[in-house]
């Protein structure tokens, strides 16, 4: 199951609903093998396309450096299909190399950049395999015990 | 001095877990060369025919080798060489 902050919940939605119809991208990131998705960090598309999108290398790096340097990791990798269902693509499970992420995947294939309910959905995806998840929305994290 | 090549957790698998291992070389190539000797099957995640494969980034002190020579690119003792797989994907 994915435990997500209303806040970050939103945010996902509103950068998906800004950047229609290209799709948009980002991560959330969390305490290494803490689960919690933290900090959201909003990502420029460098393919700028409907159909796909690539997070820019100079930036890869510099967010990878930044995680590693505040002993984070990827905690969410969320991205958005602007014309089919959130529902990870073969290329999504083709490319995916986070086997300890979350994989959000958000439709605005409804509303575009308008208001409205967005679908938002969750995988894990490991070895070419997919698995959906539950995706259970509050106010605040669980405190850590 | 040696050189530090930083491992991304989906190729951890051939580092015995290990975020960073020494590497040798005076290249980019040689230097993954060496790397398949330490961690058999590691290079064929990284190149395809010829060159890098499409969808791995590789930074040498943090220059995207793409801009710098790709596979000979020089390296040299006290680099950094750092692996990252592209986050991407498409309807």
Known sequence: ?145 | MAIEVRIPTILRTYTNGEKAVPGEGATLSEVIDHLESNHPGIKDRLIEGDGLRRFVNVYVNDEDVRFTGGLETSVSDGDEVVVLPAVAGGS
């Open chain 1, 1 to 145: 199951m994915l435990e997500i902050k209303q806040a970050t919940y939103d945010a996902i939605v509103a950068h998906a609903k800004k950047d229609h119809p290209d799709e948009a991208c980002g991560v959330v990131a969390g305490p290494e093998g803490s689960d919690r998705p933290e900090r959201f960090i909003a990502m420029v598309n460098a393919a700028t396309s409907p159909t796909f999108y690539e997070f820019d290398a100079a930036d890869l790096l510099k967010l990878y450096k930044e995680m590693d340097a505040r002993d984070e990791e990827p905690v969410i990798i969320y991205h958005s299909h602007t014309a089919t269902e959130a529902y990870p693509s073969r290329t999504d499970v083709g490319l995916a190399s986070e086997p300890n992420a979350h994989y959000v995947l958000v439709s605005t294939r409804e509303h575009g950049n308008s208001d409205g309910p967005v679908e938002l959905r969750s995988y894990r995806i490991i070895d070419g395999a997919v698995t959906e998840e539950d995706v259970s929305v509050v106010d605040e994290l669980r405190s850590l015990a």
